[in-house]
């Protein structure tokens, strides 16, 4: 079972701030098979991203992610007050599917 | 529009059973990939299962023999059997759809395992 580990665990930013949240795996896999998810309280995880890159029908431009093996990155590039919210990475092999524990972005 | 609805959460004693359903529309169940996801309060999202197209089931370790994934194609809906439910099953549990990621995912319901 592959391992993915967020960081940080809080991200302290204010509006307008540019955000990198990172996600990194136990074990090397396809770009393909890592998504991103915001949350917010008392709602269902919204897929943001999927195949690492490709942002998600409605997903505005200032999101965007990168990476491919081990390492990957949900940048934010200018945040906005909605923005504030719990992300998960989360990737998908042999029939498994495994989340990272979550970045937690708060205002600062 | 894709939707999906749970039901069938409530609060339940350690040991005994409980079976949520996933009532879906916009789409169907059979044709996709069916998962369900629980998060405990406080907690990161956790796979539970999966039902693909052929109808091949999968689950996460921690409900292997316990729980059972299932759907009827009749009532286009996607269904989790649970068996010899524990205080750590306590979860707010949700259907998604979606192959290598969630594309979409239900409001959820709240499973709480407590005597």
């Known amino acids: 079972e592959i391992v993915l580990t967020q960081s940080p665990g809080t991200l302290s930013l204010s509006p307008g701030e540019r955000a990198t949240l990172s996600c990194r795996a136990s074990?090397?896999?396809?770009?393909?098979?890592l998504a991103w998810y915001q949350q917010k309280p008392g709602q269902a995880p919204r897929l943001l991203i999927s195949g690492a890159s490709s942002r998600a029908t409605g997903i505005p431009d200032r999101f965007s992610g990168s990476g491919s093996g081990t390492d990957f990155t949900l940048t934010i590039s200018r945040l906005e007050p909605e923005d504030f919210a719990v992300y998960y990475c989360q990737q998908f092999g042999n029939s498994l599917y495994t989340f990272g524990q979550g970045t937690k972005l708060e205002i600062k | 529009e894709v939707r999906l609805v749970e039901s069938g959460g409530g609060l339940i004693q350690p040991g005994e059973s409980l079976r949520l359903s996933c009532a879906a529309s916009g789409f169907t169940v059979s044709s996709n990939y069916m998962s369900w996801v629980r998060q405990a309060p406080g907690k990161g999202p956790e796979w539970v299962s999966v039902i693909d197209r052929g109808g091949s089931t999968y689950y996460a370790d921690s409900v292997k023999g316990r729980f059972t994934i299932s759907r009827d194609n009749s009532k286009n809906t996607l269904y989790l059997q649970m068996n010899n439910l524990r205080a750590e099953d306590t979860a707010v549990y949700y259907c998604?759809?979606?192959?290598?990621?969630?594309?979409?995912w239900g409001q959820g319901t709240l499973v709480t395992v407590s005597s």
């Open positions: 998604a759809l979606g192959v290598n990621e969630f594309d979409y």
């Open positions: 074990q090397s896999f396809g770009s393909t098979y």
